[in-house]
């Protein structure tokens, strides 16, 4: 079974730094990409920044330039660097692996099962 735990997060000043931590774990064949969104309240859930296994990376425009976002395929995990947090930035963050084919459908052919999965969320605070 696919889980995924993330770690990090926390109360931080504005300006202040923090980084998470996610890591996918199970009989896992392959993931199309991992990121993080987040979920203020009163908002919608948002994209903050995601990358593919490929090394493409895609950010939310509020953080561009203060966020950074690694992975790495072998550990199946992915990190997001927040530099120059706001109080805007407050929020729960949740790790997101997508299109994940476990080793069982991939030697059995069922390519088609690959299914996004979610961590536990983790909360972050900017505040003075």
């Known amino acids: 079974q696919v889980q995924l735990v993330a770690s990090g997060g926390g109360l931080v000043q504005p300006g202040g730094s923090l980084r998470l931590s996610c890591t996918a774990s199970g009989s896992i064949f392959s993931i199309n990409s991992m990121g993080w969104y987040r979920h203020a309240p009163g908002k919608q859930r948002e994209l903050v920044a995601t990358i593919t296994s490929d090394g493409v990376i895609n950010y939310a425009d509020s953080v561009k330039g203060r966020f950074t976002i690694s992975g790495d395929n072998f550990k199946k995990t992915v990190h997001l660097q927040m530099n120059n947090l706001k109080p805007e930035d407050t929020a729960v963050y949740y790790c997101?692996?997508?299109?994940?084919?476990?080793?069982?459908?991939?030697?059995?052919?069922?390519?088609?099962?690959?299914?996004?999965?979610w961590g536990q969320g983790t909360q972050v605070t900017v505040s003075s």
């Open positions: 997101n692996a997508d299109k994940v084919l476990e080793n069982t459908d991939y030697v059995y052919g069922r390519l088609e099962n690959e299914y996004d999965y």
